[in-house]
T-cell receptor
Framework: NAGVTQTPKFQVLKTGQSMTLQCAQD?????MYWYRQDPGMGLRLIYY???????DKGEVPNGYNVSRLNKREFSLRLESAAPSQTSVYFC??????????????FGEGSRLTVL | AQSVTQLDSHVSVSEGTPVLLRCNYS??????LFWYVQHPNKGLQLLLK??????LVKGINGFEAEFKKSETSFHLTKPSAHMSDAAEYFC?????????FGAGTRLTVKP
């Protein structure tokens, strides 16, 4: 039972470089989310996708783009990384549509450092 | 706009003693409330949720929480702490359009 799988688990970037975080879920969930976790701030929503083919901005979308490739996969792209984007990124999925209506299932996180 | 405040950033207890993690929320609606747990280098896992049914909610691993509307609180408790309970705990408030996480409470359990 893989659940939610994120890659890579660790990444170090230089300022201005680009990268894509990949996320896949095997639970046939409709909704998928990208969060960032920073010390003392809990989790903040970057983007979400309520269903295949739709994406919407969350609380902190600036500097990020997303793609809902299919029902299983939801990627997060940093076009020009900045030190302020140093964080731990979590992908999550939910069976129900909406920004959040029930239990979220989380991946194990991707730790990104931007120098 | 909704918000959630976890009143303690760090709680330390001895093994076998009670645990209390405090959470206050602000919401214009009748919210759903959740507690999630995060063990080191892991993703978050749902402990329990309140969705306007019984005000006392039981979760996994012996945890429970009580919804008190008059106090806008949703505190998490456990009668007897175990070493494996050491983790970070997040209180979450949500309605259909918005979900907000608290800043987290780190629970340390001493032998």
């Amino acid at each position: 039972n893989a659940g939610v799988t994120q890659t890579p688990k660790f990444q170090v970037l230089k300022t201005g470089q680009s990268m894509t975080l990949q996320c896949a879920q095997d639970m046939n969930h409709n909704s998928m989310y990208w969060y960032r976790q920073d010390p003392g701030m809990g989790l903040r929503l970057i983007y979400y996708s309520a269903s295949e083919g739709t994406t919407d901005k969350g609380e902190v979308p600036n500097g990020y783009n997303v793609s809902r490739l299919n029902k299983r996969e939801f990627s997060l792209r940093l076009e020009s990384a900045a030190p302020s984007q140093t964080s731990v990124y979590f992908c999550a999925s939910s069976a129900l549509a909406g920004t959040n209506t029930g239990e979220l299932f989380f991946g194990e996180g991707s730790r990104l450092t931007v120098l | 706009a909704q918000s959630v405040t976890q009143l303690d950033s760090h709680v330390s207890v001895s093994e076998g003693t009670p645990v209390l993690l405090r959470c206050n929320y602000s919401s214009s609606y009748s919210p759903s409330l959740f507690w999630y747990v995060q063990h080191p280098n892991k993703g978050l896992q749902l402990l329990l949720k309140y969705t306007s049914a019984a005000t006392l909610v039981k979760g996994i691993n012996g945890f429970e929480a009580e919804f008190k509307k008059s106090e806008t609180s949703f505190h998490l408790t456990k009668p007897s702490a175990h070493m494996s309970d050491a983790a970070e705990y997040f209180c979450v408030v949500s309605d259909w359009d918005d979900m907000r996480f608290g800043a987290g409470t780190r629970l340390t359990v001493k032998p």
